[in-house]
């Protein structure tokens, strides 16, 4: 679960002000708004990328407010991927779990169970370099999941890819919802993603944060 409790988010002159809202355990939520109306802000105060101002972010019922981004337990997959170019597919998806100094063979393990998960398993010594761009969303996604996350947060992890691709992974989305019962924050300019994937919908506009749909 996570929670936002009367939370202020400044950067410069932009101002989230008094957000509050509640993602229960398990459920995929979406989250929309205009372009520069602080979706990406919110994934990032979540990580903790983001400094808060004012109030409290809340995980499984825990104040992780004032927690480094390596202590959450939040597996983020930004606009950008961030991939890294020297590294292997099966690098990529063993590298939060070496931070973390699990053994080899549950390193081995997870990266096998990861890579059939997604798909992947015939690029596992491949680089980046090369791949599509579905197959570096997959990766990316794989790293995110790698260490069990509590919270999956994906920031428009479908807007680039073409409309094939993009049926593809929202397939493989609703798979890994359904899989791994990862809680999930989704943010997208689609609708058609809300209808496919979201157990609630969120709308941010003018500073405001509010729930326009949740499933019964």
């Avoid at 602080?38 to 927690?67: F, M, N, P, Q, Y």
């Avoid at 996350?149 to 493989?172: F, G, K, N, V």
Wanted: aromatic share 6%.
């Amino acid at each position: 679960m996570i929670e936002f409790s009367g939370v202020t988010i400044q950067t410069g002159d932009f101002v989230l002000a008094d957000l509050s809202f509640t993602l229960e355990s398990g459920e995929y939520a979406l989250l929309m708004g205009r372009t520069g109306s602080g979706k990406t802000t919110v994934l990032e105060a979540i990580c903790g990328l983001r400094s808060v101002t004012k109030g409290s972010i809340w995980l499984d019922g825990v104040d992780i407010t004032d927690w480094s981004p390596g202590d959450r337990q939040v597996g983020y997959v930004p606009q950008d991927q961030v991939l890294f170019p020297t590294f292997t597919v099966g690098e990529h998806l063993a590298f939060a779990l070496q931070l973390r100094n699990r053994t080899k063979a549950e390193i081995a393990k997870r990266t096998h169970d990861l890579a059939n998960l997604l798909g992947i398993s015939p690029l596992i010594d491949r680089s980046i370099d090369g791949l599509s761009g579905g197959e570096r969303q997959r990766v990316a996604l794989g790293r995110a999941l790698s260490f069990r996350p509590s919270i999956l947060l994906l920031d428009e992890p479908l807007s680039a890819l073409d409309d094939a691709t993009r049926s593809e992974m929202s397939d493989l989305l609703q798979h890994v919802k359904s899989t791994t019962g990862v809680t999930t924050l989704h943010v997208t300019h689609n609708r058609e993603e809300t209808a496919a994937l979201a157990d609630r919908h969120f709308t941010l506009a003018d500073g405001t944060l509010r729930c326009v749909s949740a499933s019964s």
